[in-house]
């Protein structure tokens, strides 16, 4: 059975950084391309950034491309997410993905979530 595990959010002032990290389990990890999404209160699940089974490749939402990067270390199973110069609207809880295929960004394609990490920006 295929399991996740988002670890790192918490209480952050606008400007801060936090890095989130994901742990899968049960799947053939270093051949999944894994996906980043959040949920600010009161809206629907959104795309962040993805990255390819390969790690070199990568895409992101424009609303946090070059304050967020993606990364992965397939010897451990894991998926990280570097969230630099945090903003209020990033506020929400995060959850990471197994995705379909790396350009399958939409998250009505998933039925089976982790319970997620949350982030709350806020001075």
């Known amino acids: 059975q295929v399991q996740v595990a988002e670890s790192g959010g918490g209480l952050v002032s606008p400007g801060g950084s936090l890095r989130l990290s994901c742990l899968v389990s049960?799947?053939?990890?270093?051949?999944?391309?894994m996906g980043w999404f959040r949920q600010a209160p009161g809206n629907e699940r959104k795309f962040v950034a993805a990255?390819?089974?390969?790690?070199?490749?990568?895409y992101y939402s424009q609303s946090i491309q070059g304050r967020f990067t993606i990364s992965r270390d397939n010897d451990k199973n894991s998926v990280y997410l570097q969230m630099n110069n945090l903003e209020p609207e990033d506020t929400g809880v995060y959850f990471c993905?197994?995705?379909?295929?790396?350009?399958?960004?939409?998250?009505?394609?998933?039925?089976?979530w982790g319970q997620g990490t949350q982030v709350t920006v806020s001075s």
């Open positions: 049960g799947s053939s990890f270093r051949f999944d391309p």
């Open positions: 990255i390819h089974e390969n790690g070199r490749n990568s």
């Open positions: 993905q197994i995705l379909n295929y790396f350009g399958d960004s939409e998250p009505l394609h998933y039925d089976h």
